[in-house]
């Protein structure tokens, strides 16, 4: 059974920085779609970014609303998943979710609650 972990929530205030892991046993995450999600109180989950491999390539997707301020990156160790929230603002306030696409089915953690404020 897949098992995704999340960390690195927390909170922080505007213009900081955090960076969210999200991990599982095996090397799953190198050969799938990795996402990270979010959904803020009273509003849908939406998606903040996508990684992919082909190859030797990474290919990387991002929502508008955090482009030139996040990025998602795969980890050396294969099982691991980062998301790097840089300049983030009051409106980034979300728990974050990690999504695994594989094999015609969705994975999902638990999330890890990300709050800015001063």
């Known amino acids: 059974q897949v098992q995704l972990v999340e960390s690195g929530g927390g909170l922080v205030q505007p213009g900081g920085s955090l960076r969210l892991s999200c991990a599982t046993s095996?090397?799953?995450?190198?050969?799938?779609?990795v996402g990270w999600y979010r959904q803020a109180p009273g509003k849908q989950r939406e998606l903040v970014a996508t990684i992919r491999r082909d190859g030797m390539i990474n290919y990387v997707n991002y929502a508008d609303s955090v482009k030139g301020r996040f990025t998602i990156s795969r980890g050396n160790a294969k099982n691991t998943v980062y998301l790097q929230m840089n300049s983030l603002k009051p409106e980034d306030t979300a728990i974050y979710y990690c999504n695994l696409a594989m094999a015609g089915s969705n994975y999902w953690g638990q999330g890890t609650q990300v709050t800015v404020s001063s």
């Open positions: 095996g090397s799953i995450l190198s050969n799938n779609v």
